[in-house]
């Protein structure tokens, strides 16, 4: 009895017979009249049900106002505007101010076939309504004015439904179950606060708490097979940072004791190594011969490996031994395994 009169109108009270875009009106009303309002305050003022609120709320959300959820102190979510959004003038860009965007929209070329994507398309939509057919024209030319180039990108089209879903359960902090399946290993369900997404070499990760493991994790969005969002909110924690999980890993992966790395890079590639910044710790030695020493505090020992072989014939670890054999072995197996394989007979 209870929950029936919490989920519907008040009782007593006649249900209001108007449409949609009429009770839209209403609830925006409300919403801008007041600092704010409660979805058992709209379902008492709109006799409506709570399903109904929380619809017209997504629809007033989708409409592009600004919509805020707001926890108070005293456990209720407050809905509210953005102070002052109407007062807010209208948005303008420079030349300059375009073409970084334009840029930045290049960087995520990768994101084809994700809502992300639609989204981004749709954000330059709007600034082209805004502008004149010739500044339009002029816009375009400057989209092509930086381009982006990527070595094996992800298809991310074939994971569009699961990354709608976590951007829901993301944007509104909802629990979630991800099955994922990690490679040469059974997949398994785990049950998931998802705090962030974090964007790595093109590829997307998500990163959150996992109540499996009572620790924070990180997931592979290409390996996520499907997700299961609820309606059970939880928080972010205050002090929380994606450095939580990625630690001092020299790329992503911190299951391992951070060592302490010297390695010898050639003249050859010296200035590609001395061009960039690999990891916080990093010192570089100049050699006399052109050469560098590169040391640096991480873990990851496969990533580590991985970036050391493209250097090849200009690197040599020096240390540490553990990490100087891991390098030789994995060289030999290699070349142990070009041995096997005969050359085709010519005829």
Known sequence: ???????????GKPAKKYSQAARLHDVIRILEARFGATVDDLVEECAVTRRTVYRDLD?????GYPLVAQREADGRMLYRFITGFRKIPPIT???????????????????HGTPFADELNAIFGKIHSSLPPRSVAHLER???????????????????GVITELRRALLFQYRCTLHYTPPHRAGSAYLVDPYTLLVY?????????????????????????????????????EDFSPDAVTGDAFGLIDDEKALTIRVRFGRQVAHLIRERQWHPSQIIDEQTDGALILSLTAAGEKELLSWLYSYLPDVEVLQPESLRLAFR????????????VRPVASR
């Not at 072995?329 to 096997?340: D, M, P, T, V």
Request: aromatic residues 8%; hydrophobic residues 40%; proline residues 3%.
């Open 201 to 237: 070499d093109t590829a997307l990760y998500v990163v959150g708490y996992v109540h499996n493991r009572g620790a924070n994790r990180l997931f592979l969005v290409d390996r996520l097979d499907r997700i299961e969002v609820s309606e059970q909110r939880f928080e972010v924690p």
């Open 1 to 11: 009895m209870d929950s029936a009169r919490k989920s519907g109108p008040k009782r």
């Open 329 to 340: 072995a994995a060289l030999e197996k290699g070349l142990k395994g070009a041995k096997k």
């Open 93 to 111: 860009f420079s030349l300059d101010e375009l073409m970084t965007l334009s840029l930045c929209r290049g960087q995520l070329d990768f994101l």
């Open 59 to 63: 629809a007033i959300r989708d409409a």
């Open 142 to 160: 400057i989209a092509h004015s930086a381009a982006p180039r990527y070595q094996g990108a992800r298809d991310y089209s074939t994971r569009r």
